[in-house]
């Protein structure tokens, strides 16, 4: 009987339901792989039947995300069935189609795999936001052995996927015949179910009310085990064609509200011109004016999850050393995720916008930042990097903010490069104590480090060896040492007295995936140091990027129109500070409290992230929560009029 059932089931029927079947289980590979790779610490603590819930709903979505590719060849065969057209050729052409369309499906699944253990987040458009420059983001890749790992994953699952699917495709066609002897109504039958299969399978719920989509994910309290069950074909395809409308800027109607919150939040007059939040700071005339050196290191990925907080890993020796003679800000928060956020937040004092290039697509006039401040007093200015200076726009955007000189990979042996990155972090500092050797004028120097991020490569014939056995973590032991070298060698000049150093991230890093929105990202460290004026010390209030500009100023004691989103670390305490991760958005408060959106989910959470809760309060504190809810959104829609209507600089 079961025979006969299965003899009447149409060819086209069967091999589609094999290759669903056998891609469904490439699907669950995968998901297992992310799992034991990217899970966090705390999974442990998640029961058993909420994850085998999440592996659940994974299955939703996999199958989802499948009958999209699949919806073609079965519209295809579908027609070829009815009206007789059992053309061998017609089912490889179409069947080889779909086997393109998989690997480019499993190619995503690879890649997402090592994109959520650097950004917490799954796949989607935002990891195009390099697409301009491949060739120097195929070499950090593909210059760290780790990536190859993934590299060969995706090779040999194509392989197994291929060699099985070729199986499936000769026994199809060597059994394909006419099907003239079929009544209509039988094939008419038989398309109209599987369409209809197809049809709900694609939206995933028989509901016509909400089709699938990522609130279905959400089995608890867990953050990663959240993202279980989200196939990346799924939030990166979706991210990339789905439209928001966004590409026109449309002013708030309640612009004016949310420019008197951030002028309020900044000091400034709330009488004074609407859009404007210039603010005139006077020098203390009780205090000398200060031509001071000014140079400011920013360290590539690193935040204080890499100096032992939240249960960290303590890699970082010289800047614990270095605290005990500076002054910590112990919750300094990066602008965004990116480099080019915290080279453009350092330098502007304008908070980074969600996933825009600042340094590509804000070039209309330049910022009243630190670069154009200190020029103006006379300053020598230069940026340092250690590789491509054109990456990220980086001469350009630099250029125009104020800085003259531009030191980088070109100004260095080749034999000094160790990777696409360029020279060592040690060498580069090295350079910037030669170039100051004998300096006749103040100068301000930006050094962009690069030796803690992938190909992951400590320079050899130095007096320093890493004594971790993980890759990363060895050349952020080496970053850190590098740090020391450099204060080491800068004590011994002629100008290290008059020089003030500032030591922070460019943005953290995802490390343990705790929240939606991992805080790690964004907290970074901020080491203030000078060697005359201040005395080892820390600043617990919450401060930012941002805030760089107006305090340097204040250290200098010069008077200037401050048109920044900042105040100086030293004289304001704010209430709380503004940050953002691409397409997510939030802000910590003096409390502890740290309230963050999720745009594309449209979800918001309140944590206490000092302890790292896993609590959500939002409704339990909600007078916290739409407190800060406001004062983040004043702050990036002040700063998106701004910078739009380009308006930041008088």
Known sequence: MLRKIIDKIPQHVKIIAKLYILSMLFFSFFRIVFYFTNQSKDIAAVPFFQKLYAFRMGFEFDSACLLWILSIPI??????YIINRQNKSIHKFTLLFFALLLNIYLFVCTVNIPYHKQFGSFLNKNAL???DEPSFIIGMIFGSFSYWGFLL?????SAFFTFYFK???KQHLSVLKQTSDTKIGFKLLITLVLFTITFFGIRGRGSFKSTLHEGFAIVGENPFINQIALNPNYTFWKSLFYKNNNSKYVVPTNIDELFDYTKNYLGVKINSEQYNIARDVKADTLKPNNNYNVIIVIMESMCVYKMGYYNGKDLTPQLHKLNKESVFCKNFFSSGIHTYNGLFSTISGYPSILAEKSMREYLKKP???IGTLLKEENYDTYFYTTHDPHFDNMKGFYTMNGFD?????NDFNSGEAVSTLGVPDHVLLNKLIETHKNASKPFLSVVMTASDHGPWVVPENIPFKPSSTDER???TQYADWAIGNFMDNAKKQSWYKNTIFIFLGDHGLSMGHTYEMPISYNHIPCIIHQAKILKADTISAPCYQPDITATVMDLLNKSFTNETFGTSVFKTKRPFVFFSADDKYGCVDSSGNYFYQLLQTNTSYLRKYKSLDPINYLKERKSISDSLAIGSKSILESARYLIRKNQYSN
Not at 153 to 157: D, N, P, Q, T
Request: with cysteine; aromatic share 14%.
């Open 367 to 369: 910022f009243r930042g």
């Open 473 to 475: 973590d060895r050349c």
């Open 129 to 131: 936001l390099w697409n």
């Open 75 to 80: 519209l295809l065969l579908s027609i070829s």
């Open 167 to 169: 199986k499936l495709i």
């Open 153 to 157: 994953l995706f090779i040999l699952s």
């Open 405 to 409: 000189n531009f030191i980088s990979q």
